[in-house]
């Protein structure tokens, strides 16, 4: 017990030392950090039950972008309420399974539509290739925030990163692939800027 109390000192000291290297260590390595924003789950803007899943093959190869048209939401809470309403829209009226967005993005937020690897129902022919992302608001008369279209960009690289979406996946505006006007003239021009936007 003489000989084990004696060393102890030393042995706490050695201690000590061995931790302030691990934490020097590591604040000289740079964080990861994850290119993922923020998502608002579909059970915080009180999403009703899918009737119906179809899961995707991933990774998916395709994004196709969209606008809803309606008026642009201030608040979360307004926001929260236009996706519900949506998601209303598309299996009462519709008769979908889902809300056919795989996500959605507002000036501020982005909010989780079916998801990822889900297929959706938001372009006729393309839904089983392709994840669509719609913006709130009508974009042939308002332009995009520059936070909205950050948010776009760091959740399409999520999806790469996440491998729900390929390294070379391909940008359209659902313009370019139907007879719409959709995503509107200001969103579309400015889709043109990011990268894997695809002119044909």
């Known amino acids: ?55 995707q093959l991933k990774p998916v190869a395709n994004v196709i972008v969209h606008h809803t048209t309606g008026e642009r939401c201030a608040t979360v809470a307004t926001c929260k309420e236009m996706v519900a309403n949506i998601q209303t829209y598309h299996q009462t009226d519709n008769r979908w399974s889902d809300i056919g967005y795989n996500f959605l993005i507002s000036g501020q937020n982005v909010y989780e539509g079916i998801g990822w690897h889900r297929m959706g129902a938001h372009l006729r022919g393309y839904n089983d290739k392709s994840i669509g992302v719609a913006f709130l608001g009508n974009f042939d008369q308002e332009r995009p925030t520059p936070r909205s279209l950050n948010l776009l960009a760091r959740l399409l690289q999520c999806g790469v990163e996440l491998g729900e979406l390929a390294d070379d996946y391909r940008l359209y505006g659902a313009r370019q692939l139907q007879s719409t006007n959709s995503p509107g003239r200001y969103l579309y021009a400015k889709l043109q800027e990011l990268d894997h936007w695809q002119a044909q």
Not at 23 to 49: F, L, T, Y
Request: glycine share 6%; hydrophobic share 55%.
């Open 1 to 55: 017990m003489m000989l084990f109390g004696g060393i102890l000192p030393y042995l706490l000291v050695l201690w000590q030392l061995l931790a302030s290297v691990d934490v020097a260590r590591a604040q000289d390595e740079p964080a990861q950090e994850s290119a993922c924003p923020a998502i608002v789950k579909r059970a915080a803007w009180g999403a009703a039950k899918s009737k119906n899943v179809t899961y």
